[in-house]
């Protein structure tokens, strides 16, 4: 009876706490836009990348395209639409008249994007199949031995690296004779694009190299504890553990990988064996009526996109380094307003191609399956930020490299990697680093945390209380660290800290922790719902 009753005054009181917790997240959210609209209103003037907009006619308000990478997408949104719609008509038409299977799909989806590459890359075309080439040489030499992973590490980081020294090579460095071929690079740079093509590189390498291991997969085990598999469909977990016997390891298989085209630009990162196994049967996990309704929440995720950039102008304080003349508060808000406006971004841009990817037949992982606003730890953070890389991540390095065995020492070796697959700049390094030494006391922690067992409903609150605060301090972190990395560089760290350690800075620093701390609390209900 006691324990009943206890439980009955936790639920009471937890109901009351949710009250107070969204009242605040009221009022919080209420100050930001009211406060982003006045600072979009007074320093329009000054801000690069706005253009002449279309929404709240006759005199519509600026629009923030001051992002390259959205800038372009949206611009060409209505070819691209155009062009994959016939790509993916052409090819499921093909697929439903001669019953192609895996082979048959290889050869229609290679030679789809090849014409799609030709017009990005022009005749940089040779350079991608020629690399591509010689990786697939050197697995089905080595794959067999133990110098394996040396070699397929080596090949791939070597060529990341040197494309972005050599922005892509020249043809006219291979002899005066090729020279000509330079006036034909196309439209986008391939190097660029290159670096998605060296995750399916070696995706492909260790998919061949584990197909002459024994399996640890048990498919049918699995299938009773997976409800998707359970309904008579396929997850994605089997399209890339099962059967490999049934997987075509060919040259044609390996090209059309490389260069799929409804993933070729932005992912989302798919493994070599989830992706021949979708040529040979589409994938059936999502319906027309189901992926027609992923069609329908991008579109409304674009109308967010297009009120946000014509009513808040984050992106452009940032591009501008107006924000650096600002309150350390107006700095906070317009640091938050950037990560939440990256966040819808790549959400738009990686849910398009995945969505014709689907139409298409072959499923990939979602890159964004929660909030940016809806994770409290740097694990939860990076598992639901571009997941699909994540995932390629955890099999092909975190897994290799000893796993949780290792992980305090693997984190670096992984960060490090990230920031120059991204890019070869200090300041990417800067933000793998940085979030590296946030991550160490995070895995301190979470296993105290573990080996601690709450007793009582005054051990219950003190954790949550904890595990809250602990959760404010991270989300600051993941700003800092996000922020260093994409807006103001390794320059700007002892200048951002010394805005915030001011009499006008503590109590802005306060306010932050205060909320982010309600934010957290706000998602430990969600879990508990859940």
């Known amino acids: 009876m006691k324990s009943e009753s206890r439980s009955i005054n936790g639920n009471g009181w937890k109901q009351k706490e949710l009250c107070l917790l969204i009242l605040y997240a009221i009022a919080f959210y209420a100050f930001i836009i009211r406060r982003s609209l006045q600072l979009s209103r007074d320093h329009y003037t000054k801000l690069y990348g706005l253009r002449s907009g279309w929404l709240f006619p006759p005199r519509p308000f600026p629009n923030d395209v001051s992002d390259a990478q959205w800038k372009n997408f949206r611009a060409n949104l209505p070819i691209l639409t155009i062009v994959f719609a016939f790509f993916t008509l052409l090819a499921n038409t093909l697929r439903a008249c001669f019953d192609l299977k895996a ?3 290889s050869i229609v989806w290679l030679l789809i994007s090849l014409i799609y590459l030709s017009y990005l890359h022009g005749a940089c075309i040779i350079f991608i199949l020629s690399i591509g080439s010689v990786n697939f040489l050197l697995v089905k030499i080595f794959a067999r031995t133990k110098f394996f992973p040396f070699v397929v590490w080596t090949f791939n980081i070597f060529f990341l690296i ?8 020249s043809f006219s460095a291979f002899g005066q004779q090729w020279g000509y ?6 439209t986008f740079r391939w190097h660029i694009c290159f670096n998605f093509v060296v995750l399916r590189m ?3 390498g260790y998919d061949y190299h584990w197909a002459h291991r024994d399996s640890h997969f048990d498919q049918e085990k699995h299938i009773q504890r997976c409800h998707i598999c359970k309904s008579g469909k396929t997850c994605y977990q089997v399209l890339q553990e099962g059967n490999t016997h049934t997987v075509n390891f060919s040259f044609i298989t390996y090209l059309s990988f490389l260069v799929y085209a409804p993933l070729y630009i932005a992912g989302p990162i798919i493994s070599f064996k989830a992706f021949a ?3 040979d049967l589409p994938q059936n996990h999502y319906s027309i009526r189901d992926v027609s309704w992923y069609g329908l929440r991008w579109v409304f995720s674009l109308s967010l996109m297009e009120l946000m950039t014509h009513l808040f102008y984050y992106n452009a304080f940032a591009v501008s380094g107006s924000w650096k003349l600002l309150s350390p508060m107006d700095i906070f808000i317009i640091g938050y307003g950037v990560i939440n406006f990256m966040w819808l971004k790549f959400l738009l841009i990686w849910r ?8 298409s037949g072959i499923e990939v992982p979602e890159n964004m399956p929660k909030c940016v606003n809806n994770c409290h730890n740097l694990e939860g953070f990076w598992k639901n930020w571009h997941a699909s890389f994540n995932k390629w991540i955890v099999r092909y390095m975190y897994i290799p490299l000893g796993g949780s065995r290792r992980k305090l020492l693997n984190v670096w ?4 990697f990230v920031a120059i697959w991204h890019d070869l700049e200090w300041k990417l390094l800067s933000w793998a680093w940085l979030t590296c030494l946030f991550f160490v006391p995070e895995m301190v922690v979470k296993s105290a945390a573990n080996a601690f067992k709450a007793e009582g409903a005054l051990g219950e609150f003190v954790f949550r209380e904890f595990s809250a605060a602990a959760g404010a301090f991270t989300i600051t972190c993941l700003m800092v660290a996000n922020l260093v990395g994409y807006v103001i560089g390794p320059s700007g760290i002892n200048w951002l800290i010394s805005r915030f350690l001011t009499k006008e800075g503590l109590p802005v620093m306060g306010f932050m922790l205060v909320s982010f701390y309600v934010g957290t609390k706000l998602m430990f209900h969600i879990q508990d719902v859940k």
Do not use: P
Request: aromatic share 26%; hydrophobic share 45%; glycine share 8%.
């Open 202 to 204: 070696i995706s492909f």
């Open 162 to 169: 040197c494309n972005r020294v050599y922005e892509g090579y």
């Open 352 to 359: 398009y191609f995945r969505f014709w990817s689907l139409l």
């Open 181 to 186: 071929l330079d006036n034909f690079r196309g």
């Open 413 to 416: 070796v992984i960060f490090t």
């Open 103 to 105: 082979r048959g799909m």
């Open 277 to 279: 196994s979708q040529l």
